[in-house]
């Protein structure tokens, strides 16, 4: 099943996170394998187990870390004296007592449960976190890729936006050049036509005069030669 869940962290998830972080580094295994098994139980990856860990709740454990790392010693110690304090089989003799087959499987079991398989499960770790790092990095080297790209995308788009601008500027001043050339034009016939009205009503209203025979002006008709 795909781990998809990506809401908020609640109190209770960081104490079971934490819980079980304490709780591995007791018993002597890792943090990888802590945040697996949180990841399966809250249905989120282990990389967002660990990312919350470091960046939220480690800090607020400090002690009860330096007290799980402690109590992992002490178990280490007491699991060494355990496997010293097992008899070392001696060479068999001819002459001395042959164990029987019930004596014989009292110690063998010993040894191997608390070496081999202790060994073998320290390298599987090793393995699976190094990969899980591998995985890691990768992630964030994709995510370092898309940021790069959004920027890139950003700083295109800004320089588009600024050419845009730039043209309105200079379409609105091209406008208000025209509105005040047009209020010129129309200023201007408006002046022309006044004067061509004024010209025409002096012409109509100026009255015609004419010396008669006796030396007399008289008032011509309109119209009149």
Not at 162 to 173: F, G, I, R, S, Y
Not at 187 to 194: F, N, W, Y
Not at 209 to 220: A, I, T, V
Request: overall charge negative; glycine content about 2%; hydrophobic content about 30%.
């Amino acid at each position: 099943m795909v781990k998809v869940r990506q809401d908020a962290w609640s109190h209770e998830d960081d104490l079971l996170l934490a819980e079980t972080v304490l709780r591995h580094i007791r018993e002597g295994s890792t943090q990888l394998n802590a945040f697996e098994e949180v990841g399966d139980h809250l249905n989120r990856t282990s990389a967002a187990c660990g990312f919350r860990w470091n960046a939220e709740v480690r800090n607020k454990y400090d002690n009860a870390i330096d007290l799980a790392k402690r109590q992992r010693k002490e178990r280490k110690r007491a699991l060494n004296k355990t496997v010293q304090a097992v008899p070392k089989a001696n060479p068999i003799d001819s002459s001395e007592h042959i164990p029987s087959q019930q004596e014989e499987t009292v110690d063998e079991p010993v040894v191997q449960t608390n070496l081999e398989p202790t060994a073998t499960f320290n390298l599987d770790t090793v393995i699976k976190y190094l990969k899980s790092l591998k995985k890691e990095l990768y992630t964030s080297n994709q995510s370092k890729s898309s940021l790069q790209s959004l920027e890139s995308e950003n700083s295109s788009l800004q320089t588009k936006v600024e050419e845009l601008q730039k043209k309105l500027a200079d379409t609105e001043q091209q406008l208000q050049a025209m509105k005040e050339d047009y209020q010129t034009f129309i200023q201007i016939m408006d002046r022309a036509r006044k004067m061509t009205v004024f010209e025409d009503t002096n012409l109509v209203s100026s009255p015609s005069f004419r010396m008669d025979k006796n030396g007399n002006l008289e008032q011509l008709a309109q119209g009149s030669n």
